[in-house]
């Protein structure tokens, strides 16, 4: 597989970096050193945009989470993959289970059908299946059919790969009270531009009500709620909010797309991005990535994708690579402390 940008220190050497992309990741490298990933919040980066361009600020916040030392040691572990040994190893897990993203009956062409993610990892476990959700569920009722999947399926060694508002879906199946039992066999969860802080579009498209009542005629005419919408908010008050307490033995990777806008290159993604720039860095599908400093977890961002993970050059050997690397971690200490600001268990509470 490809190890484009897997470099610990920096993603300079990555296809398609260019020299403008070089010379912005070096100002980013030295720039003022005590702002930490620790210090990066949503509100923090929002300033360093306000002041010094959104670039910087995502340049900067790139920077600080791949030096961060958890971080870094893992895209280190990523970079040492052999693709030939691992694909003799079928038995890293028994299934992989994908829980696909948001409207993966209608919308093919995202990859949130997860049809993308189960070629990438055929080869891992003797089965990979696509977990059965709604196309766009609420959360507890997606959560309960992850639930019921994962119970048929007990005592079988289980990895969990999610897609955008699939990684939602899982984040509320681990507070249900099944959990503890549901989840006793699964080793790895790595969430792939996972929406799991939710997301400011929601708070963008109700300040908009003749835009907001068009799109819950169309939800309505697809057989879904609005009321999911409201679900995705990003807000304190918002059932993302929080974080459950997640099982001390499972490894969890967040991959995220860390794109500049001339990175964007799904249809979909200039209209997200530049609908939410004015509150800093973001992956032009409504995640915040401030956010990424606050999870629980190893991060894993990739410079020039953007939400939907798809850059110029082919990213199919690394997206490989680091479920491989998730699935043979030793187990976390605590896998429900962020790497960059550990809190104390049994939930953390996101930064909205």
Not at 159 to 176: C, E, M, N
Request: proline share 8%.
């Amino acid at each position: 597989g490809s190890k484009a940008g897997c470099g610990v220190m920096n993603s300079a050497d990555a296809p398609g970096v260019t020299a403008e992309d070089k010379a912005l990741l070096a100002r980013a490298e030295v720039w003022d050193p005590a702002e930490s990933l620790a210090h990066l919040s949503v509100e923090r980066l929002g300033a360093i945009t306000a002041s010094h361009g959104l670039d910087l600020a995502t340049a900067v916040l790139h920077d600080r989470l791949i030096r961060h030392p958890a971080h870094a040691g893992f895209r280190a572990r990523v970079s040492t993959i052999v693709p030939a040994k691992h694909m003799e190893d079928s038995h890293l897990a028994d299934i992989i289970g994908i829980v696909p993203g948001a409207f993966h009956g209608q919308h093919k062409h995202t990859g949130a059908d997860g049809l993308r993610i189960a070629s990438i990892v055929r080869g891992l476990a003797p089965q990979v299946e696509v977990v059965p959700i709604r196309s766009f569920g609420p959360l507890e009722e997606n959560a309960a059919l992850i639930l019921d999947w994962l119970e048929t399926r007990h005592g079988a060694r289980i990895a969990l790969a999610s897609l955008s508002k699939g990684g939602a879906d899982l984040k509320r199946a681990f507070a249900s009270p099944r959990a503890q039992r549901a989840f006793s066999s699964v080793r790895a969860w790595v969430s792939f531009s996972g929406i799991v802080e939710g997301t400011p579009l929601v708070a963008w498209l109700r300040a908009r009500p003749l835009r907001s009542t068009a799109f819950g005629l169309v939800l309505r005419f697809q057989g879904n709620r609005s009321a999911v919408v409201d679900e995705l908010r990003r807000a304190q008050d918002g059932p993302l909010a929080l974080w459950p307490a997640l099982p001390l033995h499972l490894q969890v990777v967040h991959v995220n797309g860390c794109p500049l806008s001339r990175h964007l290159r799904h249809h979909w993604a200039p209209r997200g991005y530049e609908r939410i720039a004015p509150l800093g860095p973001n992956d032009g599908g409504g995640i915040l990535l401030g956010d990424l400093a606050r999870l629980p977890g190893i991060v894993y961002p990739i410079w020039g994708a953007d939400h939907y993970l798809e850059p110029p050059w082919d990213a199919t050997g690394l997206l490989r690579d680091i479920v491989v690397a998730a699935l043979t971690l030793p187990a976390p200490r605590h896998a429900n402390q962020s790497a960059s600001a550990p809190m104390p268990a049994p939930a953390t509470r996101s930064i909205a």
